[in-house]
């Protein structure tokens, strides 16, 4: 069975940083994209960051320059640092990986077959 545990989440103060970690287990994705979407009470799920399996990022323009995704394949598991938080940061952080259809955009969640229950995150100002 694939299974995604995020972990990291919590509450911290504008300006703070966190580290996100989303370790996969049941198979291996060294092959596959992974990316992190996140979803605010009352707002749609949104795109964060997605890396390719060689290694290219993709962030969206909210975040860019304050995250960054890496991912350690060895351990099977992906990592969003988040720095300069701020309170629109707030949200369930939910970790994605490809490895069923291949379809769709970095971009989009329908590209992603694989999902964890998610990780909360409240900036506070």
């Known amino acids: 069975q694939v299974q995604l545990v995020e972990s990291g989440g919590g509450l911290v103060q504008a300006g703070g940083s966190l580290r996100l970690t989303c370790a996969a287990s049941?198979?291996?994705?060294?092959?596959?994209?992974m990316g992190w979407f996140r979803q605010a009470p009352g707002k749609e799920r949104e795109f964060v960051a997605a890396m390719t399996w060689s290694g290219g990022t993709y962030y969206s323009g909210s975040v860019k320059g304050r995250f960054t995704i890496s991912r350690d394949n060895a351990k099977n598991t992906v990592y969003l640092q988040m720095n300069s938080l701020k309170p629109d940061d707030t949200a369930v952080y939910h970790c994605?990986?490809?490895?069923?259809?291949?379809?769709?955009?970095?971009?989009?969640?329908?590209?992603?077959?694989?999902w964890g229950q998610g990780t909360q995150v409240t900036v506070s100002s």
């Open positions: 049941g198979r291996t994705f060294s092959r596959d994209a």
């Open positions: 994605a990986a490809e490895g069923l259809s291949y379809g769709g955009t970095y971009y989009q969640a329908r590209k992603y077959d694989y």
